[in-house]
């Protein structure tokens, strides 16, 4: 891979109300609003070779509207978060005050997984990504796997309660570049800590 075009699927159904979904067996499709943003994602951020998408069907959607006909790729190491109890609530339910309570190995209750966990399998993902030998490939995934590079890229750690991340907003890197951000995304997991920890 010589550039990676990073993306946050366009709008769906839950994002607009807020509701969290990490358990990819539950369709959540784009609004129309999301449907426009997804194309308007191809045109802003060009032609690619591959474009890589997660197990959930707001990823595919973005990704097959974004770029027709260009070969997909599955990558479930990008999945969103499972988020145990709180999945189907809105981020106001209680998941916004323990994410800032929690440690980055902490498990959320109900099943959920750690942000630590997220990291070292998104860090998986991001390597397949980096192995590939498409010269330009696109990801289509969730807010936190894009925002993780995004801070990694301005040399920061992952926090624990992440900014948001504009839909179907395209971030274009290069492989370089990425890769140094995966590499310091791999560093924290070694040593996982909040800066003010």
């Given at each position: 891979m010589r550039e990676l075009v990073l993306a946050r699927h366009a709008e769906s159904e839950f994002s607009v109300l807020e509701k969290l979904n990490g358990d990819a067996s539950v369709e959540v499709r784009l609004t129309e609003a999301g449907r426009a943003q997804a194309r308007e994602l191809g045109r802003k951020a060009g032609p690619v070779d591959l474009v890589a998408h997660t197990e959930f069907s707001r990823?595919?959607?973005?990704?097959?509207?974004?770029?027709?006909?260009?070969?997909?790729?599955?990558?479930?190491?990008?999945?969103?978060?499972?988020?145990?109890?709180?999945?189907?609530t809105r981020w106001t339910d209680g998941f916004d005050?323990?994410?800032?309570?929690?440690?980055?190995?902490?498990?959320?209750?109900?099943?959920?997984?750690?942000?630590?966990?997220?990291?070292?399998?998104?860090?998986?993902?991001?390597?397949?990504?980096?192995?590939?030998?498409?010269?330009?490939?696109?990801?289509?995934?969730?807010?936190?796997?894009?925002?993780?590079?995004?801070?990694?890229?301005?040399?920061?750690?992952?926090?624990?309660?992440?900014?948001?991340?504009?839909?179907?907003?395209?971030?274009?890197?290069?492989?370089?570049?990425?890769?140094?951000?995966?590499d310091a995304l791999e560093a924290w997991a070694a040593a996982p800590a909040w800066l003010d920890d």
């Open positions: 990823t595919r959607e973005t990704a097959e509207l974004a770029w027709p006909g260009v070969p997909l790729l599955e990558l479930p190491e990008l999945n969103e978060f499972a988020f145990g109890r709180f999945e189907g005050e323990w994410i800032l309570t929690s440690t980055p190995a902490e498990d959320v209750p109900g099943g959920g997984e750690s942000r630590l966990a997220a990291v070292q399998r998104f860090v998986r993902g991001y390597r397949t990504l980096l192995d590939r030998a498409e010269e330009r490939v696109a990801l289509v995934a969730h807010g936190a796997p894009v925002r993780y590079v995004l801070l990694a890229l301005e040399s920061k750690p992952p926090e624990p309660l992440l900014e948001g991340v504009d839909p179907a907003k395209p971030f274009t890197i290069d492989a370089d570049a990425f890769g140094r951000a995966v």
